[in-house]
């Protein structure tokens, strides 16, 4: 008898009849003698409807209200799914995030958890229920609720799972587990049955939606195997575990990612000198600005082109902050492009295998799409194109790596 | 500069406009230089709303959970008036009951506070802010939140005004105040500057809807003033309090009450000998059912008639649960009356002055209104009469007791 935890999201209990569903289905996993401890997001939009509401009495919301306040869509679905499993037979618990032990820092609105004591949790356990948390929330020594921002639930879950020494940690959700691209864009992409670590994290923050990096990179920190599959059906997913020995003989590379959300800010012309880069960054992080891809080509004469992305959304701000200290520095230009895409091959094992950069390239020219910027990390390729070409570049490599083929 | 709770019920912060509204008044408040504690109930039909969404997925939705569920709903409110505030420039913070410190015991859906630790909501008024709280709820000592069950906005406010030592609670709601009867029946009626707690509770449990007896019974135990007034004008509202020495000169009726969900049981031939009565009401207790009015007429040759009243939704159960005792004892019959409605004199020092209840007497009988049934308490004569005649009965007492003048 195994220990897992499961997690459902928004879409799968979007309303009563989808609770019943889950509720019928994590009842016939009981009744197979797991024990299981079920982590919920919040019913459908919730949480997007209490934060109009909130902007509704105030123009900027205080972060420790708006936590309070979003901290009610998971409760209110924990406690619906308890309430349906019972319904059913299951004797099942709801637990707050606060109640389930999770313990987090005072960061509202993206609070990172410091502890979990899964006593009472497990306490439950052993009374044989099944203990519903309600996700994407915790609370701080003061008792003040906090939410988890992005990928809150998923990162709960896994939280959950590493401090209960669950055997895995299920993600429901509505895509099927993990593809070799995009199904949308290439109908012949692949299911994976595994995936490492490394690779869904590259895949994941190269623009691939399934899981927020957040809660893989938890999950690879505390070894525990996550199974992404999804509510609506029961076809296998993906397992998102450690890359063994064997993967070592597979097609090292394991997927295509796309992110059409993507703002090129080029500085023409800077000085080559210490503490250029500094002066360009610090003003971005400081507004709260991601920036991702940096690249600085080679010096010529003394100066050099710094050119980096951000979120299109971030473009126009980024780059009036940028503008004011490439005049100081001396830059002759600051260009600003909208209408690029990243397209990224991912696979373990790449950077010791030659020849995968090459062949990318090669479809990409083949396919007469223009590369407009190149990045690499170990496990990683990524260019930058026109967005307009996004869906024949994933097509064109989906192809030249043969990812149909498995 | 003086501490003051205040709490506005769910029609007084129904939506998003109301809660603005709300705002203003507590900030004006606020800038007169009070020390304000905030209580809020749930958004107009958010606790109907949830209650359905719970039966939705299981028949029968457990307490705990059910509890948990409901609790939502005033913590949204809470977190949307404080943001309210803020907007409005005014420091504010919203706990939930836990964080205000209202600890309950374990009567999921009518649970009783057992302490209440104000330190949390003291620091927070040091530092300036109002403090809005989430009524209705609590935690016990295992961190289950719990409900306070009807009218239990008013007693978190009532109980936080005692443990605070406020100078007084303000019970905002949508009607101005007590009247002397129910205007909408008597457009005479007069709205009273002051009644006493005993008057009051008179008054609530013979039908008037304005507060529930809970929580006029902590204030009087408390001996917190309690305003009650209307969140929708400045009109001057009724103040709860105790009744001074001044109160005996004046007219020694405060009020006509009047109550419709009257169901009497009349078990006839009852012998008269002891444990009768604990047989009779046993099985009622038992079953939840609220016995109100009780009267046992004198014996005649040991046999005696017993009469009471229950909620009129109670009274086929009730006659049910009835029947088989009175079988057992050898009474002769047990008689049942959904018809007949209650009309209430209520006001101190009346025992102590005579001729109250003949004036009452008269009045009814000039009316042609024939009286079933007679009980007195201390402060307060009631009749059972036909439902019928209820506003004919209210405004010849009205008129008899000369309340139109003060």
Redesign the interface.
Known sequence: MALVVQKYGGTSVAD?ER??HV?RRVAARRRQGDDLVVVVSAMGDTTDE?IA??H???????A???D??L??GE??SC??????L??LGQPA??L?G??AGIGTDRRYGRARILRVDPSRIRSHLAEGRIVVVAGFQGITEE???TTLGRGGSDTTAVALAAALGAERCEIYTDVEGIYTADPRIEPRARKLERISYEEMLELASQGARVMHSRAVELGWAYKVPIYVASSFSDAPGTLICEGGEEMEQRNRVMGIAHDSDVGRITVRGVPDRPGIAAAIFGPLAEAGISVDTIVQNASVERLTDLTFTVSRADLKRAAALVEPVAREIGASAVLTDDHLAKVSVVGAGMQSAPGYAARMFRALYEAGINIELITTSEIRITCLIDAGRVPEAVRALHQAFELEQG
Chains 1, 2 share one sequence.
């Open positions: 009563a609770i019943k509720a209490l509401l909130a509704q009495v105030s123009p900027e919301p205080e420790r209200e708006l309070l306040l901290s009610t409760v209110v406690t619906l799914l308890a309430m349906a019972k319904a618990v709801a707050t606060a109640q008792m003040d609720i």
